[in-house]
């Protein structure tokens, strides 16, 4: 049974940077996508950043140059460095798996999903 457990949300203010984990059990892909998505109140989720097993990183423009995604296969985590937050990045924030490479940012490519991390800005 696959498993995707978030971390590392919290309140900051803007400017702040925060470190999102995604710790991921029970897959057997040999290549895979994940990413980090995100959903405002009233608002539909949208893809913030993914990477495949090859390492292709894919970023949505609000947030490249500012977020970092990586992942570390020993420890079967997947990470999101956040700086120079912004209150618009308020959020919950979810962790996805799927069977795609290419990093695709659509969430219908992602067929597991972990129950997300609350990420508050405030100006």
């Known amino acids: 049974q696959v498993q995707l457990v978030e971390s590392g949300g919290g309140s900051v203010q803007a400017g702040g940077s925060l470190r999102l984990s995604c710790a991921a059990s029970?897959?057997?892909?040999?290549?895979?996508?994940m990413g980090w998505f995100r959903q405002a109140p009233g608002k539909e989720r949208e893809g913030v950043a993914t990477?495949?097993?090859?390492?292709?990183?894919t970023y949505a423009d609000s947030v490249e140059r500012r977020f970092t995604i990586s992942q570390d296969n020993a420890k079967n985590t997947l990470y999101l460095q956040m700086n120079s937050l912004k209150p618009e990045g308020t959020a919950m924030y979810y962790c996805?798996?799927?069977?795609?490479?290419?990093?695709?940012?659509?969430?219908?490519?992602?067929?597991?999903w972990g129950q997300g991390t609350q990420v508050t800005v405030s100006s």
């Open positions: 996805a798996l799927g069977p795609l490479t290419g990093a695709p940012m659509h969430q219908y490519e992602y067929n597991y």
């Open positions: 029970g897959y057997t892909y040999s290549t895979y996508s």
């Open positions: 990477i495949d097993s090859d390492g292709t990183t």
